[in-house]
């Protein structure tokens, strides 16, 4: 028999007031402004904050584990420039034969390769191979699991 309303195994959490109402001005205070004072009614842009150069910025969301010890996870958002131009040492997505990659652009001895961040995935050495360079990454979005 099963009871007409069951209590679900993760029930909503009760939503609580705000104590004391949101102030925003300084009617009667005294003392020195707050550094915050500056930033009041001012909202959070991440587009302003993290892309330089719009017209050549795109956006593309990660699969597989080979650049999770470079911070870069499963399911994070990369913002990616066009504009830049690779140096050793960026992160940078590009289609090698045919796939699509995010590796790390590395010059072990002369030979450019493209790195990951996981040891269980060799160097790319980039001779002989067809490679076309998509951009570099510029930030690295990681949402949290709640």
């Known amino acids: 028999m099963t009871p007409a309303n069951p209590t679900p195994a993760h029930p909503e959490p009760p939503t609580l007031a705000l104590p004391y109402p949101l102030a925003l001005g300084r009617a009667g205070l005294s003392g020195f402004p707050s550094p915050a004072q500056d930033y009041e009614g001012r909202t959070l842009d991440l587009n302003e904050r993290l892309v330089k150069r719009p017209s050549a910025t795109f956006f593309m969301s990660v699969t597989g584990d080979s650049m999770e010890r470079l911070g870069i996870h499963e ?6 420039d066009r504009s830049l131009e690779p140096r050793p040492g960026h992160i940078i997505v590009a289609m090698v034969d045919g796939e699509i990659t995010v590796k790390r652009y590395e010059l072990r001895g002369e030979v450019p390769c ?10 790319i050495p980039l001779l002989d191979i067809e490679c076309q360079v998509w951009g570099v990454v510029r930030s690295v979005i990681h949402e949290y699991p709640v």
Do not use: E
């Open 75 to 80: 399911g994070d958002l990369l913002l990616v």
């Open 114 to 123: 493209l790195c990951s961040g996981n040891p269980r995935y060799a160097p």
